[in-house]
Antibody, heavy 122, light 110 residues
Framework: EVQLVESGGGLVQPGGSLRLSCAASGFIFSSYWMHWVRQAPGTGLVWVSRINSDGSSTNYADSVKGRFTISRDNAKNTLYLQINSLRVEDTAVYYC???????????????WGQGTMVTVSS | HSVLTQPPSASGTPGQRVTISCSGSSSNIGSNTVNWYQHLPGTAPKLLMYGNNQRPSGVPDRFSGSKSGTSASLAISGLQSEDEADYYCTSWDDSLSGYVFGTGTKVTVL
């Protein structure tokens, strides 16, 4: 079964750090670009970051640039999001998602994890 | 803040047709394709439409997508109770060098 499972969320104080993980199974992880998307309570989906298949290229939303780092370990079939200098407004469910990899349709995320909750509060 | 604008809500009775709009600009929808997602709170979002009007395997043909200029639309015909969910459009934005999601539309089946 094709599956993504996030972990690593939790309660952290402002200014703190967390590393989120996303374990992939059921597909050739190293062939796909991957993304992180978040949803703050009561709000909509927001794209956070993406990484290409071999990890050599990354992009970030302006709101997280310089504080978040996306990476991957293709040998472990795992995607990561290192989040530093956490702010209250980073409180959200964080989803990892697989890019469908259709050249004519960028941003088509066909497989999603169930999400992991990050709460930033003192 | 989102750069793709959707109506906050839409509704219809079972069997009716509902259309959701997504308004953007030349840097996103105007020059890139649009994808649509269905999201039930507490669950993983589901890809509903990609490349403006392509349905992934398993998505019923009651769902259809279109794009014109800097706007896109998702239509749901033959509305069913299980269609009650939040719907989001998304597109790549050339100016931001990132993906942007719409503000989201909550569909209610009356």
């Amino acid at each position: 079964e094709v599956q993504l499972v996030e972990s690593g969320g939790g309660l952290v104080q402002p200014g703190g750090s967390l590393r989120l993980s996303c374990a992939a199974s059921g597909f050739i992880f190293s062939s796909y670009w991957m993304h992180w998307v978040r949803q703050a309570p009561g709000t909509g989906l927001v794209w956070v970051s993406r990484i290409n298949s071999d990890g050599s290229s990354t992009n970030y939303a302006d709101s997280v640039k310089g504080r978040f780092t996306i990476s991957r370990d293709n040998a472990k079939n795992t995607l990561y999001l290192q989040i530093n200098s956490l702010r209250v407004e980073d409180t959200a469910v964080y989803y990892c998602a697989r890019d469908l990899a259709v050249p004519s349709a960028p941003g088509a995320f066909d497989i999603w994890g169930q999400g992991t909750m990050v709460t930033v509060s003192s | 803040h989102s750069v793709l604008t959707q109506p906050p809500s839409a509704s219809g009775t079972p069997g009716q047709r509902v259309t959701i709009s997504c308004s953007g600009s030349s840097s996103n929808i105007g020059s890139n394709t649009v994808n649509w997602y269905q999201h039930l709170p507490g669950t993983a979002p589901k890809l509903l439409m990609y490349g403006n009007n392509q349905r992934p395997s398993g998505v019923p043909d009651r769902f259809s997508g279109s794009k014109s200029g800097t706007s896109a639309s998702l239509a749901i015909s033959g509305l069913q109770s299980e269609d009650e969910a939040d719907y989001y459009c998304t597109s790549w934005d050339d100016s931001l060098s990132g993906y942007v999601f719409g503000t989201g539309t909550k569909v209610t089946v009356l």
